[in-house]
């Protein structure tokens, strides 16, 4: 079993910057991807970004490449979202997820593990 916990979210200006972490407990290892995936109100959710708990390059969502960094801090147990130059359509329940996998996952159903989810809201 893996656990879940994210934090960071809160109420940022269109441009401004936020920092989401990911608070990881478990059994994981370096077979483990960490995702953020998001939901806004009405949608369905959405892949953001995916790193290999060993590390390595990174996958985006299109819409967040260049603004949007997911890192790792295997000490700290800790996956990061860094998002810079953030847009109003950047507003959603952000998620943490994880799942043993060969690749990267871009869809919701490639992960089994979730967190509870934190709000980002962006104002115009």
């Known amino acids: 079993q893996v656990q879940l916990v994210e934090s960071g979210g809160g109420l940022v200006e269109a441009g401004g910057s936020l920092r989401l972490s990911c608070a990881v407990s478990?059994?994981?290892?370096?077979?483990?991807?960490m995702a953020w995936f998001r939901q806004a109100p009405g949608k369905e959710r959405e892949f953001v970004a995916a790193i290999r708990w060993s590390g390595g390059s990174a996958s985006y969502a299109d819409s967040v490449t260049g603004r949007f960094i997911i890192s790792r801090d295997n000490a700290k147990n800790l996956v990061y979202l860094q998002m810079n130059s953030l847009k109003t359509e950047d507003t959603a329940v952000y998620y943490c997820?994880?799942?043993?996998?060969?690749?990267?996952?871009?869809?919701?159903?490639?992960?089994?593990?979730w967190g509870q989810g934190t709000q980002v809201t962006v104002s115009s």
């Open positions: 997820a994880a799942d043993r996998q060969l690749v990267i996952p871009r869809t919701r159903s490639g992960y089994d593990y």
């Open positions: 478990g059994r994981t290892g370096n077979s483990y991807v």
